[in-house]
C-alpha cells in the first residue's frame, strides 16, 4: 500500500524533530552562553559544588629576605541544585497526514524553543538578586547607566568581559537616543554604536560592555525592567543533562506524544560581579 506509515518514515520524523529541537536551543538561549557554564553530566548526584576564590594581594620584597606572611587562600563555595524541565508534543496521525509544512522541523522548533525560554527565564529571574544597582522604575535607559554599571563592576575587580542583558522595551530608549530617533540618518556626530543601530538594529558593546535583548527579561510592578550589567563569573548555570526528546505511541488517542526534557541548575555566584540594570519599557509610553 503507497500510503503506509512505515518503520523507516517514523524514524526520519523523529530524527528531523531531535535535530531541529537542539539547534533551536543552541541558536535561542541569549543569556545561557554569557554566563559561566558547568557540565555535571555523568557525575553522580544533583548538586555542584562550585569554588569561589579570593582575591591575593601582593606586596613589595627585599632582595634575599624571606617573606614572612604566608597569605590566606580560603576559598568559599556555592552550591547549584540541578533539577529537571520538559514540555510535551501531540502529533495526531490526522494531522500529521495533513499537514502543509515539515511537522517534524515544527515540533522540533516549539521543544526547543520551550526550552531555550525556560533556561534563560531561570537565568534572568537571578538579575534582581544583585545587591548593587543603578537606574529606577522612572528612569529611561541611557548611555550613562552602562557607564555607572561598568564602574561599579571595576572597582569590585570583576573579570572582564562584560555582558549586559536587557528587555527590547528598554532597548527602544537606547537606540532612539544613540540615533537621534531615526532622523538625519546620514549623521556625522552618531556614535559608531548608533550608527551600527541604525545599519542592523544591533547595539554591540557601551563603555565595553556588550548589549543583548531578551523578551525573558523580567518586569516590576510599575511597568519597568530588571535588567543586568555582570560578569560572566556571576551567575552560573549547570548541565545535569542535555536536552534528549523522546516519541510514545498512543494508539487509542491515533497520536505519537513527543516529550523533550532536560535538567540542570542556576545559581548567583559572586554578588559583587553583577549589577541591576532597572529602566522604563518606553514602548508602552
Do not use: W
Not at 17 to 36: F, G
Not at 151 to 160: D, E, K, S, V, W
Request: net charge negative; glycine share 8%; proline share 2%.
Amino acid at each position: 500500500m503507497a500510503d503506509e506509515v512505515t518503520a523507516s518514515v517514523l524514524s526520519e520524523l523523529y530524527a528531523n524533530i531531535v535535530q531541529s529541537a537542539i539547534y533551536t536551543l543552541s541558536e535561542q538561549t541569549v543569556i545561557r552562553p554569557l554566563v559561566s557554564n558547568y557540565d555535571l553530566s555523568g557525575t553522580p548526584g544533583l548538586t555542584a559544588q562550585i569554588p569561589i576564590f579570593p582575591a591575593v594581594s601582593a606586596s613589595a620584597l627585599t632582595d634575599g629576605t624571606n617573606i614572612a606572611a604566608n597569605t590566606a587562600f580560603n576559598t568559599t563555595k556555592v552550591d547549584v541544585t540541578c533539577a529537571e524541565i520538559g514540555a510535551m508534543i501531540t502529533l495526531t496521525d490526522l494531522g500529521r497526514e495533513s499537514a502543509a509544512q515539515d511537522v517534524a522541523v515544527a515540533i522540533g522548533r516549539q521543544l526547543g524553543a520551550a526550552m531555550a525560554t525556560k533556561v534563560d527565564t531561570d537565568l534572568a529571574n537571578l538579575f534582581s538578586g544583585f545587591s548593587q544597582s543603578v537606574g529606577s522604575g522612572n528612569t529611561e535607559l541611557t548611555a550613562d547607566l552602562f557607564f555607572k554599571a561598568g564602574a561599579l563592576l571595576r572597582i569590585a575587580q570583576a573579570p572582564g568581559p562584560f555582558v549586559s542583558v536587557i528587555h527590547p522595551g528598554q532597548a527602544y530608549q537606547l537606540r532612539k537616543v544613540l540615533t537621534n530617533a531615526g532622523a538625519n540618518v546620514i549623521n556625522h556626530n552618531l556614535s559608531d554604536v548608533g550608527n551600527e543601530a541604525l545599519r542592523t538594529g544591533f547595539i554591540s558593546t557601551i563603555n565595553g560592555i556588550s548589549i543583548f535583548e531578551s523578551t525573558v527579561v523580567s518586569g516590576t510592578s510599575d511597568g519597568a525592567f530588571v535588567g543586568a550589567v555582570m560578569s560572566s563569573q556571576a551567575l552560573a548555570y549547570v548541565l545535569k543533562r542535555s536536552m534528549r526528546i523522546e516519541e510514545q505511541r498512543d494508539a487509542s488517542l491515533r497520536a505519537t506524544e513527543y516529550v523533550g526534557s532536560m535538567a540542570y541548575g542556576v545559581s548567583e555566584l559572586i554578588d559583587s560581579y553583577g549589577v541591576k540594570l532597572i529602566a522604563d519599557n518606553r514602548t508602552s509610553n
